[in-house]
């Protein structure tokens, strides 16, 4: 991650600006824990071209975070912290500050403003775009993770095979339990909607018995990272009609997999996947995918209005969809790698509709 | 509620408001669950003296919601819901609208303020003002919960007697998983902390093993409210002196509630609990206790540097402590109501310190 700090040193000097602070506070921003390593109740980091990184640490959390903190000198935040660093843009004639406008309240902004006589910058975009691209830690994090994501499924799988796991919300908490038995969290809460809830993209898990498509959404934190899969299997005997649709979505992620390469544009890749679902387009009715890492939604973002292009060192997930309302619905999401311009597939759904 | 809506709309005609948007997104906003009884992923209230409240809220959680929303009409969120809006604020000569500035990031007022040709205004003190003071429903939600609450610790407390329960972990999980069997979650991550450990106000529960003092402070979330109480036991044959030292702790808190009156100045309650600590105040390095509702720290905000008053229908913890480092710690918390001028405990910390 040193590598990272350095590079965005090199986006400070080239905004111009000779001091960023990235807080940790009521909203906890993914770029503290990206930089250090740690995500404290309350504490500050200053990033500088001119100057060491360092973190302010509230007492509360000093002691416990202190020897796993990646960034150096690790001080304690005291009443006089804001003051001496406001002395410190004085001495070094600093005019501009950069702060992550979408992890900060216009309350923390406005307070921030009532001490320093400086012009706050956003920095938000340059922070995700520096995320977007994975090193190589953090791709080995993901290999690990998309494995342990696989084998929770596996034992998911039989558990329902086997016929102990009959109703969605005990799929759910089955899911949660064994990812808690390995000492992990979710990376949201876990999604079970078959038959006509399956059509509901966000459905609330209830007691309903399984039965007809039942889709499976749910995802791991591994060491701060999150991956995010969705399974879809067919409780019952699926009609010959029933088997093409599950066929189309699967073979709509194969065609937008295989369009993407480094420097194809996303919106491309988006348009070749919803041509491919032909008539049946009008019942996607959500994004292609998306980046994940220290969030479930990163950059990339594969929307048909997305400006960006596809970059070696991101991961993100496809999940082609089709909803019909009041019926039935089916997604099929994998995690994917691009690396020296070649797609991984991180995790593999079956090509062939499992029957229960 | 209907109420609490009707006195805040009196509040926005006194701002000179005639318009307020409530919006659940990235920070949750209580103030949106509040007045809605909902907390969607996505959603938008309006909130107006000159018409009916409303809310819309985005496709994903829409059909979920639907019945449980307090306010109607509750309408879908479109592409054009916005610019409706802003229709809206031309037609009725809007020039002012109010927002929480507490809930909303930097970049989330850009992007209003990109689209809508007005000011916006801080409404945060004057939602934060209008849930400290508790309706009887919320009243009757307390009274449950600290039952709940109550039980849950006699629960532990036997299984630490019987010396099912040896760790710090062992305890956290016990109490955790008690909290899930009755349906409900904990309003955050329960502290267990024993012997030095004790010392360190937010320490990291781990596991080792129970001795001496042990503080252990949780809650649990009931119809989305808070209760947070702390309990100190001694695990061993503790001294005169260790004892006395609970009782000291034991009896500020008497002594903070005693002098509880509606009218009664909260730094006044605060200073007269530091007095009764005497030579020991330096070792209190928190504050005296909390409002608690839909978030565990709420108003009234029992400090020093407080400039409010008691008032009838407020709920907080009363939680003195002392903490002598790399030797032990003790804390005391119970949850107070203040009700037609009478304090009444809805927690009981005993009065004698439990020995194991």
Redesign the interface.
């Known amino acids: 991650m040193n590598n990272k700090i350095k590079e965005f040193q090199k986006k400070l000097v080239k905004l111009k600006l000779p001091l960023a602070l990235i807080f940790s506070t ?2 906890k921003d993914p770029a503290f824990f990206y930089f250090s390593n740690i995500s404290p ?1 309350y504490a500050l980091m200053l990033m500088s071209s001119k100057f060491f990184p360092r973190i302010y640490c509230s007492s ?2 000093f ?2 975070l202190k020897a796993s903190s990646r960034i150096k000198p690790f001080l304690q935040f005291k009443k006089n912290t804001l003051e001496q660093i406001k002395k410190l843009t004085k001495t070094h004639k600093i005019k501009k500050i950069g ?1 992550n ?7 923390e ?2 307070n921030l403003k009532k001490l320093f006589k400086c012009k706050f910058v ?1 920095i ?1 975009d340059e922070l995700l775009n520096l995320r977007a691209i994975k090193t190589n830690d953090e791709i080995n994090i993901y290999k690990k993770a998309c494995r342990l994501t696989e084998q929770i499924w596996s034992k998911a799988l039989a558990q329902i095979q086997r016929k102990k796991l009959n109703t969605e919300v005990q799929v759910k908490e089955f899911i949660e339990q064994q990812i808690k038995l390995i000492n992990h969290a979710p990376s949201f809460p876990t999604i079970v909607a078959s038959g006509k809830n399956a059509a ?5 898990t209830n007691n309903d018995k399984l039965n007809g498509f039942c889709i499976i959404d749910f995802g791991i934190r591994y060491k701060g990272y999150c991956t995010d899969v969705t399974r879809t299997i067919f409780i019952g005997k699926p009609t010959n009609k029933e088997e093409k649709f599950y066929n189309l979505v699967y073979e709509t992620k194969e065609c937008a997999a295989n369009k993407i390469s480094s420097g194809e544009k996303i919106l491309n890749v988006v348009k070749t996947a919803r041509k491919h679902l032909g008539k049946y387009d009008k019942y996607f009715t959500h994004g292609l995918g998306h980046g994940i890492g220290l969030e479930i939604h990163e950059l990339p973002n594969l929307k048909e209005t997305s400006k960006e292009k596809f970059e070696n060192g991101m991961i993100f997930t496809i999940e082609p969809g089709i909803y019909f309302k009041l019926k039935f619905g089916i997604r099929i999401e994998d995690d994917y790698l691009l690396e020296r311009n070649k797609l991984i597939r991180l995790t593999k759904a079956p090509k062939k509709l499992v029957v229960v």
Chains 1, 2 share one sequence.
């Open positions: 009521k909203l109740e509360l959390d002691e416990e702060v406008f979408s992890y900060l309240t216009v309350k902004l406005k956003d938000s509901i993209p966000h459905h609330v």
